[in-house]
């Protein structure tokens, strides 16, 4: 059974750092793209970032870039999330997600995570 399982969500305050670990398990992910997405309250779940097999290509939305670093570990199956300067509009549900040459769009990932709660105080 595949299982994605995200940690490290919690409260901080603006301008505060977190970092999410996404463990996968059940499966040998070599050659998939890991993702992250965040769901923010009344909004759609929207793409974070990604990064390739190889760790050489990674993507980050607008909204995240220079703040969010995305990386992983293939031999342990992981991938973090770093976020530093947050901000309120940070706040939100943050899956992890897995898919094979999968991109930006949410329906490229064939694996999903339950999410965990990221909230930024201002």
């Known amino acids: 059974q595949v299982q994605l399982v995200e940690s490290g969500g919690g409260l901080v305050q603006a301008g505060g750092s977190l970092r999410l670990s996404c463990a996968a398990s059940?499966?040998?992910?070599?050659?998939?793209?890991m993702g992250w997405f965040r769901r923010a309250p009344g909004k759609e779940r929207e793409f974070v970032a990604l990064?390739?097999?190889?760790?050489?290509?990674?993507y980050y939305a607008d909204s995240v870039k220079g703040r969010f670093t995305i990386s992983r570990d293939n031999a342990k199956n992981t991938v973090d999330l770093q976020m530093n300067s947050l901000k309120p509009e940070d706040t939100a549900i943050y899956y992890c997600a897995a898919g094979r040459g999968a991109g930006v769009v949410r329906s490229s990932y064939d694996y999903w995570g339950q999410g965990t709660q990221v909230t930024v105080a201002s």
């Open positions: 990064i390739r097999w190889s760790s050489t290509n990674t």
């Open positions: 059940g499966r040998t992910f070599s050659g998939y793209t």
